[in-house]
């Protein structure tokens, strides 16, 4: 954070990040190194739903999202440029990542993504054999020829 000009709201102490900014101070070695970020996280209940914040750069209704997946922490992005994050926010989000939850997250997500593939493959399975089954047997000339007596 310490080479980083950002746009702070004087009312509310919200910031506005661009792209850019975002994912330097949320990268994991920008975290590491800065000894002011304390590892220790609670996860808190995610905020009443508030209504669309409209983006800083273009003005259109920017996405809610939950950092992380799972850390309860919902931030306001807009996907080109950049998101809006409320009163300490920013430091939530350093102390989630420094308490290694990035990483459980990225872990679950790895599992979850494993255990996907793990069906796909069952699925795929079951479909070469049912394809070599109906392949193998012939069952439309055998349904045709044999029960209603057409010949092809």
């Not at 004087?10 to 900014?21: M, R, T």
């Not at 808190?44 to 739903?49: F, I, K, V």
């Not at 996907?116 to 699925?123: D, N, P």
């Amino acid at each position: 954070m310490r080479e980083q000009e950002l746009d702070l709201c004087p009312e509310c102490d919200g910031l506005w990040l661009d792209v850019p900014e975002f994912k330097i101070l949320t990268t994991e070695a920008d975290v590491y190194r800065d000894l002011s970020v304390k590892p220790e996280f609670i996860r808190q209940p995610p905020p009443a739903g508030e209504g669309y914040l409209p983006c800083a750069r273009c003005d259109d209704l920017m996405n809610r999202r939950n950092f992380g997946t799972f850390s309860g922490i919902m931030i306001d992005s807009c996907g080109d440029h950049g998101c809006w994050l409320d009163a300490d926010e920013l430091q939530h989000i350093r102390a989630f990542i420094a308490a290694g939850k990035w990483e459980e997250g990225q872990d679950k997500e790895l599992i979850r993504q494993a255990n996907r593939m793990r069906e796909l493959s069952t699925h795929v399975s079951d479909l070469e054999f049912m394809q070599k089954f109906l392949h193998h047997w012939d069952w439309k000339r055998w349904l045709f020829k044999g029960i209603w007596g057409f010949r092809l």
